[in-house]
């Protein structure tokens, strides 16, 4: 059974920063594309960001020079480092990843809420 467990969520003031983590455990044989998604309240769950197991990386344009993605390969980890929130950033950040486990899946973490609020 795989697994991705999100962390790193919580409350912070406009203009402040926090980094989220999700590990992936159980039968991981290796990862392909990790990345973050999220989704505010009455709205569709949008791309953030995504990285390549090679280190290619893309961004959405509303978080570009903001966010930076990475990851470790050896941990099975990917990280998001938010800098400059804004309220806007505001919503449930979910983990992604494509896992070789028994067989390829796209599997999803629980999610973890970000608050940017005065």
């Known amino acids: 059974q795989v697994q991705l467990v999100e962390s790193g969520g919580g409350l912070v003031q406009p203009g402040g920063s926090l980094r989220l983590s999700c590990a992936a455990s159980?039968?991981?044989?290796?990862?392909?594309?990790m990345g973050w998604y999220r989704q505010a309240p009455g709205k569709e769950r949008e791309l953030v960001a995504t990285?390549?197991?090679?280190?290619?990386?893309n961004y959405a344009d509303s978080v570009k020079g903001r966010f930076t993605i990475s990851r470790d390969n050896a941990k099975n980890t990917v990280y998001l480092q938010m800098i400059s929130l804004k309220p806007e950033d505001t919503a449930v950040y979910y983990c992604?990843?494509?896992?070789?486990?028994?067989?390829?899946?796209?599997?999803w973490g629980q999610g973890t809420q970000v608050t940017v609020s005065s």
């Open positions: 992604n990843a494509g896992i070789y486990s028994n067989a390829y899946h796209d599997y």
């Open positions: 159980g039968r991981v044989f290796s990862i392909n594309v």
């Open positions: 990285i390549t197991r090679g280190g290619s990386i």
